[in-house]
């Protein structure tokens, strides 16, 4: 049995401002036998797809996988992007001769100009290649926006049930072992889609608590009771694209059985409606939230990790500013990214180098305003390093250029050339932050650093800052919503 293994997948801000093309694409996407090779080992979807396979003595035939190379956050795909790399997916497909099976590792969440829902078209397209009678089967990361469309040209959706994704490798593996089936005749898969009208910020969907944990319980009680039901899952979906198809969507695989299907994804969408106000919660600002955590601090209630979820670009101030103007002490800031500023330092500072210099605030008017600091620079490099927490343990990180700035009072801020994080604790040792020191680390991110950050941290502490990723959507322009998506134009 030969199985073909493709992906080409982004989640897409359709609020930022620069268009993503091919050139940020190419420099990270594999061809060939290096697919395997590269991702062997890696807790994702390929080497889930890699285990299925070895366990059951299938052939994988790998063609493309499409991904964007580190960077910034940019806007929508262009469409000679998009079609360069469906088209040559579905040309690899061509080339490979006969398969028994194709597995698409995708995301949910690209946004293409001219193209209203490019994963159903990734599929179709493959699907004019492959014919009516070879399975497809795809992966689809729980920030997915998609509709009825793509369950109507794949056999089998496959939704991670975890955020942090933590489970990436278990819904590869499930994937493939379901096409496996499939391509066996073993199993007749079915597929229905439903869609509540919900749109959630992302700082809301942690699986592990309240309402996704209740979501997602109300799947394991279907799953329970009815042996029929190959895979159901909840993407809640990605907030950040402008897109038709935005909001929360119910998938179910069935062995056959669509009544059954339709019936699991209704009963669980209507009841993600009933608990619809939670995934809208208020939440407050920069300048309360650091008054707030403060005062966590005095009472021995720390470290606290800040989680600013709005920063897509990371250059936003206002968690500084906050900080310096309330005299915060104990805390570190692993990157405000100012490629200007970076490269100032790189060019006319030095390791030990006292400086003073204005940082963020540049991307447009939510990013606040610049701001002043001086500091002592105690590490400037490309830092090269190995993630240790539950996402992407073992998988390599390379930086581009930081300098991190002692500000005194064990106040560390990173200066970036882009973007960049710390979901584990790689991101700050790795420039030499003594991560025990710290009262307060402020992340530019919204659930992926519980993955580790939970097990470290005294409490864990989300905001509504200013940016194009708000957590009150309300905030945002949108003009492609259906109309009566909760919160953002019905008060349901």
């Known amino acids: 049995m030969r199985i073909a293994v493709a992906g080409f997948a982004d989640e897409t801000c359709t609020f930022c401002l620069e268009p993503t093309t091919e050139e940020r694409f190419e420099p990270a996407t594999l061809r060939g036998p ?70 698409l590792a995708l995301h949910g969440a690209m946004a293409v100009n001219g193209v209203p829902r490019p994963e159903a078209e990734i599929v179709r397209r493959a699907r004019a290649i492959v014919g009516d009678d070879v399975p497809i089967m795809v992966t ?49 898969p079915v597929v229905e889609c439903y869609r509540p009208g919900i749109v959630s910020a992302s700082i809301f969907q942690a699986t592990a608590y309240h309402p996704m944990k209740d979501v997602l319980a109300r799947c394991g009680e279907w799953r329970e009771r ?65 008054t707030r955590v403060m005062e966590l601090v005095e009472r021995g209630e720390a470290p606290v990790v800040i989680a600013d979820g709005a920063d897509r670009i990371g250059d ?67 830092p090269r390093y190995q993630l240790v927490g539950p996402m992407g343990r073992g998988s390599t990180v390379q930086d581009g250029f930081v300098a991190r ?35 307060i680390i402020v992340l530019k991110d919204r659930v992926h650093h519980r993955a580790y950050w939970d097990g470290v941290v005294e409490v864990d502490f989300p905001i509504n800052a200013p940016g194009i990723g708000y957590a009150d959507l309300r905030e945002l322009d949108y003009e492609n919503v259906p109309p009566d998506t909760f919160p953002i134009n019905t008060s349901g």
């Open 405 to 439: 700035l002692n500000l005194g009072e064990n106040r560390h801020l990173v200066v970036s050339d882009r973007m960049r994080g710390a979901n584990d604790s790689a991101g700050l040792t790795s420039v030499g932050i003594d991560v025990d020191s710290l009262d």
């Open 34 to 103: 290096s697919i395997l090779e590269e991702n062997r080992g890696i807790p994702n979807y390929i080497n889930g797809f890699i285990l299925a396979a070895e366990r059951e003595g299938v052939e994988l035939v790998p063609l493309v996988y499409a991904r964007k190379a580190p960077g910034g956050f940019q806007s929508w795909l262009t469409t000679s992007c998009f079609d360069r790399y469906a088209n040559e997916i579905a040309s690899a497909l061509d080339s490979a001769g006969h398969v028994d099976g194709v597995l």
């Open 226 to 290: 009815e042996p029929g039901i190959l895979h159901l899952s909840v993407a809640p979906g990605y907030a950040y694209a402008d897109v038709v198809d935005i909001g929360m969507s119910v998938w179910a695989v069935t062995d056959g059985d669509r009544e059954l299907a339709q019936r699991a994804v209704r009963d669980v969408g209507e009841f993600a409606w009933s608990l619809r106000h939670s995934f809208a919660r208020e939440l407050p600002g920069p300048s309360e939230a650091v």
């Open 140 to 188: 689809l990361d729980l920030h997915a926006n998609e509709d009825e469309q793509l369950a109507q040209v794949a056999d089998g959706v496959f939704v991670i049930k975890t955020y942090p994704h933590v489970d990436t490798q278990e819904t590869g593996e499930e994937a493939a072992s379901r096409l496996i089936e499939a391509a066996r005749g073993e199993v007749d």
């Open 316 to 382: 936003t101030t206002h968690v500084l500013a906050e900080l310096l103007k309330q005299g915060a002490e104990n805390w570190a800031i692993p990157g405000i990214a100012d490629p200007i500023a970076a490269g100032e330092l790189e060019t006319s500072a030095k390791v030990g180098d006292t400086v003073t210099i204005t940082v963020g605030g540049w991307y447009n008017e939510t990013s606040g305003d610049p701001v002043e600091v001086t500091g002592r620079i105690e590490f400037m490099g490309r």
